[in-house]
Each structure stands twice: as structure tokens, then as C-alpha cells.
């Protein structure tokens, strides 16, 4: 049990240090996907079409993940007050009320969805923390697997650019 634990942390870590990203235009779109919030109601990616969006699949398990989701609310802080940006956490088969738990403990204000496979094989979710970039179209404009400090920095980046298209 201690090697497996200490192959899931090198593993983890690894992940760390991954980052892919689309080029801006590739108009790559994952199509619509349908998930519950942690209040039960169904959200759809389509409720957000001509708005920039910016996914976050995560786990409350995941080393990275849980680093990266000051960063992450820290973004979103930032742009909460602009109709044209969305962000959405999608948590990764967890039970609903651990969920909830974790997002009140970690102070998560942005939108949090209860994952499913059918949004994890859409998106081709092989690591976690994943990060996507939706443009106005619903088009896949970057992804960045893995986490590290300064990370949303290029997040940044990469909306400003969107929302002077």
C-alpha cells in the first residue's frame, strides 16, 4: 500500500509539470454537455453560449488540484463582475456531499458540477487538474494539464486575448 501511495504522489506530482495547450483558433468544440451543481440544478454548457469559459476538472483528492483552486478563485475573483466569462469547477466522481464539504472548506465561490464519464471522455480527461478555455463558439482555445504556481498568469493571457476578439 505505501509503494502505491508513493507511485499516485510521484504521479501526481509529474502532472505538475505537464502542460498542452490548443492554439487559438484550432476550433476545436467538445459539443454540450448537461451536469448537476451541488444544488441539484442541471447546468448546460449551451446556458453559457457567446461567453468565454473556463473549466476546471478537479478532485479533492489531487495534490495539484487542491493547489491550484486558490488560483483558480483568484481568476475568477477578478472577472466574477464581466457577463461575458464563466467559470465552472467540474469535480471528478466524487460524492456529492464531500463535494460540498471541500468547496466550503476550500472557500471555492465559482460554480461547482458533479462530473460524470460521458463529460470526462468528451473533454479526453487522462490527468487532473485540467484546465480548459472556451471562446464565445464553445471551442476548445487552450488546455493546460497539470498545475504550477504562476499558471494563472497564462490563464489570464489567454482570456484577455479572448475578449479582445
Not at 1 to 8: A, G, R, W
Not at 11 to 34: E, K, R
Not at 68 to 92: C, H, M, Q, T, W
Not at 100 to 115: A, N, P, R, W
Request: charged residues 25%.
Amino acid at each position: 500500500m505505501k509503494l502505491f501511495k508513493q507511485t499516485l504522489m510521484l504521479f501526481f506530482l509529474c502532472l505538475v509539470f505537464a502542460s498542452c495547450s490548443y492554439s487559438p483558433g484550432d476550433n476545436i468544440s467538445p459539443g454540450d454537455f448537461t451536469l448537476k451543481d451541488l444544488d441539484g440544478k442541471t447546468v448546460s454548457l449551451s446556458d453559457f453560449k457567446d461567453k468565454i469559459v473556463f473549466i476546471d476538472f478537479w478532485a479533492s483528492w489531487c495534490p495539484p488540484c487542491v493547489q491550484s483552486i486558490p488560483a483558480v478563485e483568484r481568476l475568477y475573483n477578478k472577472n466574477k463582475d464581466n457577463p461575458n466569462i464563466v467559470f465552472l469547477g467540474i469535480n471528478v466522481n466524487e460524492d456529492k456531499q464531500k463535494v460540498i464539504d471541500f468547496v466550503k472548506e476550500k472557500g471555492i465561490t465559482y460554480k461547482v458540477l458533479l462530473g460524470d464519464k460521458e463529460v470526462m471522455i468528451r473533454y479526453k480527461i487522462r490527468s487532473i487538474p485540467s484546465f480548459f478555455i472556451l471562446d464565445k463558439g464553445g471551442n476548445i482555445t487552450n488546455k493546460h494539464v497539470g498545475y504550477m504556481p504562476g499558471l494563472e498568469t497564462q490563464w489570464d493571457q489567454d482570456i484577455k486575448f479572448l475578449l479582445e476578439k
